[in-house]
C-alpha cells in the first residue's frame, strides 16, 4: 500500500514509469471486471485503455484515502455502463431484440452495484482460490479453453465428446466456481 | 436451469456462434419472462466474460501496459504545439528581459507584441481544430450536409459536426479530409455517412454506398473506426474501399491492413493488402485474394444485367426533328436510286450501368452483334459517340436533335470531334448477305474503360452504313432472343 502511494504520487508528479506500473498492478482487475459485462475482449481492453487513460488525466482528484483500485473500478463501472446502454440502443436499432435486451438488462444490473466495486473485487480473487479448487477434469477444460484459448470444437475432438457436450461441461463448471465464488466472498466479508 | 435445448442455445450464443432469428427469438421470449432463468443466465455469462478477461489479463499484462502508454503518448502530441510554443516563451523571455531594462521603447514594443501574441495564442488553442474533425475538401453536384434534418451552406473547409449527416446523391461525390494529416475519404455516388470526433479518434458510419479511404498512420490506440451494420473496420493506416448495401458489406484492402470485426458474434479478421471480405449472411466471415483478372458481359436481359439504350434516327420527317425508331432490329442504310424518297437511317447504341472491380484497368473489349443482311460486299461504320444524348421515350431525340433545344452538330450527329470523337472509328463488313450472320468487334480499351469510370463519358456508339442501298439490319436489346441482342463483353486486370 505505501508502496503504491509513492508510485501514485510520482505519477502525479509526471512520472511516466511509475504510471505505468500502476497500470501493470490493476490492469488484470480492471479488465477482469469489465469483462464481466463485455463480451467481446477486444472491446473489453479498449475499455479499459480508456480506464486507464481517464485515471491518468484525473490522478489530482484521486483521494489518498480510497483504495486506488476501487477509484478505479468506479471509472470502470461507469466506461461499462455508457457502453452497455449504446450496445442496446444499437442492436435495438438493429431490430436485434435478444441482445439489445441482454446489454440493457447488464447495464441495469450494473448501475445496482453501485457501492459493491470492494464486493466485487473480492469476488474476483475468490475466484481465483476456487479455480486453484476445481476437480482435475474440470479444472483441464477451464485452462484449455479460457486460459490457452482453445475452442470448443477443439475441444470436442481432444476429448473424443461433441461439441454440445463440452459447451454444457463448461457451463456446469462455471455454476460450480459461482457457487464457490459465493460462498467465499460472503464468508470473507 | 431446466430446459436442456434453451441451456444449448445460451452454450452456442456464448461460444460466439449466431443464432438463428427464430432461436433468438425463444430465447428471448424465455428470458423476457423467467426472472430467475434471466438472473442465472446472466450471471453465467458474467462468469464466462469474468475468466475469459483473467486468462487475457495474465497473458499480456505487459502489452497491455504498453498500449495504455502509446495512448497517452499520443494524447501528449495533441498538446504539442501549445507545450512548444511554451517551452520557447520560457527559454526567450530571460534574453527579451535583459534588452527591455536596457531600452524601455522596445520594453513597450515587446509588452504589446507580447500581448498579441498571447491572444493569437488564446485564440489560435480555443478554435483550433481537433486533427479526428472532418472537413469538406472538394465535392462535385448536390452534396448535402444535414443537421438535424436541415440542409447546411457548403463551403471548402466547412468541418463536419457529429450531428451532421453527409448525403452524396446519384451523379455527385465528395473528398473528406482531416487538419494536419494527409488522410483522404473519397464518398462515392448513393452515400450517406456521418464522421465525428471521439475522443481524439476518427470514427465514420456508413448506413449505405461507397467509400474509398487513404488512411494516414493514425496516433497509437487511436485508430480510425468506420462502422457499418455489417462490420466494424479499425484503421491504423492504409488504402482499402469499402461497398455498402442492404445485404451486406464488402471491403478489399489495396495496401496496408485492417482489423474486421463481426458485431453480432465479435468475431474478428484481420485483412491485408491483395484481400478482400464479405460480410453478408450466407458468406464466410473470412479474407479472400482479390482476383487480378476476369471478364464481364453486359447484354440485356442477361445475368440480370438491364441497361441498353438503342434506337434508330432517321431523315425521313426531317422537319421538324426526323423520325426515331425502338424496334427489335436496329436499321442502318442509306436509300439513293429507288423511286421512292431518298432517306438514311441510322443507330444509336450505348450500355449503361457497366461496371468492372475499382481499380481495374480495361484490356480489351469486344462488341458482338446478330447482323441481317441481304446484301454482298456490305460495310458497317462505327463511331464512339461524345456528344449526350437523351434516350428517353418522349425526349426530343431525332435527327436534328440529342436533346431539347440541343442539336447535333451535324445532323445525323456525325459531327466529327463535337458529335463523336474525332479520329476513332471501327468497321464491320461482310462479302456475302445470306441472313443473319455474328460478329465481333474489337472496341477501343481505353475508351471503354472511360466508360467504366465515368458513366458521364459513356455515350455509345454510333452506327452508320457507308454504303448505299445496302440494307442492313442490327438485332437489338428487344429481340425476342435475348442471345441474339448486342453483347458487350469487358476483360480487365489490375
Redesign the interface.
Known amino acids: 500500500m505505501e508502496q503504491e502511494l509513492k508510485l501514485i504520487n510520482r505519477a502525479r508528479a509526471g512520472d511516466r514509469e511509475a504510471f505505468t506500473e500502476l497500470v501493470l498492478l490493476h490492469q488484470g482487475r480492471v479488465r477482469a471486471y469489465l469483462g464481466r459485462f463485455v463480451r467481446i475482449p477486444d472491446v473489453v481492453d479498449d475499455l479499459a485503455q480508456d480506464v486507464f487513460l481517464s485515471a491518468f488525466r484525473t490522478l489530482h482528484s484521486f483521494k489518498d484515502e480510497a483504495p486506488f483500485d476501487i477509484w478505479l473500478i468506479g471509472i470502470a463501472r461507469h466506461r461499462a455502463l455508457d457502453f452497455l446502454r449504446s450496445e442496446s440502443r444499437r442492436h435495438a436499432r438493429l431490430a436485434n431484440r435478444l441482445e439489445s435486451a441482454l446489454q440493457n438488462w447488464h447495464a441495469d444490473r450494473l448501475e445496482s452495484e453501485t457501492g459493491q466495486d470492494a464486493r466485487r473485487l473480492a469476488e474476483m480473487q475468490a475466484l481465483r482460490e476456487c479455480l486453484k479448487a476445481l476437480p482435475e477434469n474440470s479444472s483441464q477444460l477451464v485452462q484449455a479453453h479460457y486460459f490457452a484459448g482453445r475452442t470448443s470444437a477443439e475441444l470436442a475432438r481432444t476429448f473424443g465428446r461433441s461439441e454440445s457436450a463440452v459447451r454444457m461441461a463448461l457451463l456446469r463448471i462455471r455454476q460450480v466456481l459461482r457457487q464457490c465464488v459465493q460462498q467465499r466472498a460472503v464468508g470473507g466479508a | 436451469m431446466q430446459d436442456e435445448p434453451l441451456?444449448?442455445l445460451?452454450?452456442?450464443r456464448?461460444?460466439g456462434a449466431s443464432?438463428s432469428a427464430a432461436e433468438?427469438?425463444e430465447?428471448?421470449a424465455r428470458?423476457?419472462t423467467g426472472e430467475s432463468l434471466?438472473k442465472e443466465l446472466?450471471?453465467?455469462?458474467?462468469?464466462?466474460?469474468?475468466?475469459?478477461?483473467?486468462?487475457?489479463?495474465?497473458?499480456d499484462?505487459?502489452d497491455?501496459?504498453q498500449?495504455?502508454?502509446d495512448?497517452?503518448d499520443a494524447?501528449a502530441d495533441g498538446t504539442r504545439f501549445v507545450n512548444a510554443f511554451k517551452r520557447r516563451m520560457l527559454r526567450e523571455v530571460p534574453d527579451n528581459r535583459r534588452r527591455v531594462f536596457a531600452h524601455p521603447r522596445r520594453w513597450a514594443a515587446g509588452l504589446a507584441a507580447a500581448s498579441i501574441a498571447l491572444v493569437l495564442g488564446a485564440y489560435l488553442f480555443l478554435h483550433r481544430v481537433p486533427a479526428s474533425q472532418a472537413e469538406l475538401r472538394v465535392w462535385t453536384g448536390d452534396v448535402q450536409i444535414l443537421r438535424d434534418a436541415k440542409p447546411q451552406a457548403l463551403a471548402k473547409g466547412t468541418r463536419l459536426a457529429a450531428s451532421d449527416t453527409l448525403v452524396v446523391p446519384a451523379g455527385a461525390s465528395v473528398e473528406v479530409g482531416y487538419a494536419g494529416e494527409q488522410t483522404m475519404l473519397e464518398l462515392e455516388p448513393r452515400t450517406e455517412a456521418r464522421l465525428w470526433d471521439e475522443?481524439g479518434a476518427k470514427r465514420i458510419q456508413l448506413n449505405a454506398g461507397s467509400i474509398t479511404a487513404d488512411v494516414a498512420p493514425q496516433p497509437s490506440?487511436r485508430p480510425l473506426v468506420l462502422i457499418t451494420?455489417h462490420l466494424r473496420v479499425e484503421v491504423v493506416g492504409t488504402r482499402f474501399s469499402l461497398e455498402v448495401d442492404e445485404q451486406g458489406t464488402r471491403i478489399e484492402m489495396e495496401h496496408g491492413r485492417v482489423k474486421l470485426?463481426r458485431?453480432?458474434d465479435?468475431k474478428?479478421v484481420e485483412l491485408t493488402a491483395g484481400h478482400f471480405l464479405e460480410a453478408r449472411l450466407g458468406a464466410d466471415f473470412a479474407a479472400q485474394t482479390i482476383p487480378t483478372s476476369g471478364t464481364v458481359e453486359f447484354q440485356e436481359g442477361l445475368n440480370g444485367y438491364a441497361g441498353m439504350h438503342d434506337l434508330s434516327i432517321s431523315t425521313q420527317g426531317v422537319n421538324p426533328n426526323g423520325t426515331i425508331n425502338r424496334a427489335k432490329d436496329l436499321a442502318v442504310w442509306r436509300i439513293e436510286t429507288t423511286n421512292r424518297e431518298k432517306y438514311e437511317i441510322r443507330s444509336l447504341m450505348r450500355f449503361d450501368g457497366i461496371a468492372i472491380p475499382r481499380n481495374a484497368r480495361v484490356t480489351s473489349a469486344k462488341l458482338t452483334l446478330s447482323i441481317d443482311t441481304w446484301n454482298s460486299d456490305w460495310h458497317l461504320q462505327g463511331y464512339y459517340v461524345k456528344a449526350p444524348w437523351n434516350a428517353a421515350p418522349n425526349s426530343a431525340l431525332g435527327w436534328l436533335n440529342r436533346d431539347q433545344g440541343k442539336p447535333w452538330t451535324v445532323p445525323g450527329g456525325r459531327g466529327d470531334g463535337t458529335d463523336v470523337l474525332a479520329g476513332k472509328r471501327f468497321g464491320i463488313e461482310g462479302q456475302t448477305g445470306k441472313g443473319t450472320v455474328s460478329r465481333t468487334v474489337e472496341l477501343d480499351a481505353a475508351i471503354v474503360q472511360t466508360w467504366c469510370t465515368d458513366p458521364s463519358a459513356n455515350q455509345g456508339i454510333l452506327f452508320i452504313n457507308p454504303l448505299a442501298d445496302k440494307t442492313i439490319r442490327i438485332f437489338s436489346s428487344r429481340a425476342s432472343d435475348a442471345s441474339s441482342r448486342p453483347k458487350l463483353t469487358i476483360t480487365w486486370s489490375r
Open positions: 441451456k444449448e445460451w452454450t452456442r456464448l461460444d443464432l433468438a427469438d430465447l428471448f428470458v423476457s434471466r446472466m450471471d453465467d455469462e458474467l462468469f464466462h466474460g469474468l475468466l475469459l478477461s483473467l486468462a487475457r489479463s495474465e497473458a499484462a505487459a497491455f501496459g498500449q495504455v502508454s495512448r497517452i494524447e475522443d490506440g451494420p470485426r458485431p453480432e465479435g474478428s
